[in-house]
Nanobody, 116 residues
Framework: QVQLVEAGGGLVQPGGFLRLSCAAS????????MGWDRQAPGKQRELVAG???????EYADSLKGRFTISRDNAKNTIYLQMNSLKPEDTAVYYC??????????WGQGTQVTVSS
């Protein structure tokens, strides 16, 4: 059974930072492209960042320079370092494993709220 479990969300002030993590189980983690999506209230879900099995990364244009995605294949875990957070970054952040044997798989999400 494929399972993705996110952690690290919470309430942070504007300009602050958070580090999200996503632990995967039930898949050969190292061979899959992984990523983070987010969905803000009343908005469509959007891709935040992706990372290939070899470590190549991609980001939403609006987030380049503030967010960094990384992976630790030994721990079956990906991370999202989010710096200089803004109120518009408030959303539920979802970990995603792309192209598994059962299709794309998402975690349950973790809430990030940026507010003073």
């Amino acid at each position: 059974q494929v399972q993705l479990v996110e952690a690290g969300g919470g309430l942070v002030q504007p300009g602050g930072f958070l580090r999200l993590s996503c632990a995967a189980s039930g898949i050969r983690f190292s061979i899959y492209r992984m990523g983070w999506d987010r969905q803000a209230p009343g908005k469509q879900r959007e891709l935040v960042a992706g990372i290939t099995s070899s470590g190549s990364t991609e980001y939403a244009d609006s987030l380049k320079g503030r967010f960094t995605i990384s992976r630790d294949n030994a721990k079956n875990t990906i991370y999202l370092q989010m710096n200089s957070l803004k109120p518009e970054d408030t959303a539920v952040y979802y970990c995603v494993a792309f192209g598994t044997s059962i299709g794309n798989v998402w975690g349950q999400g973790t809430q990030v709220t940026v507010s003073s």
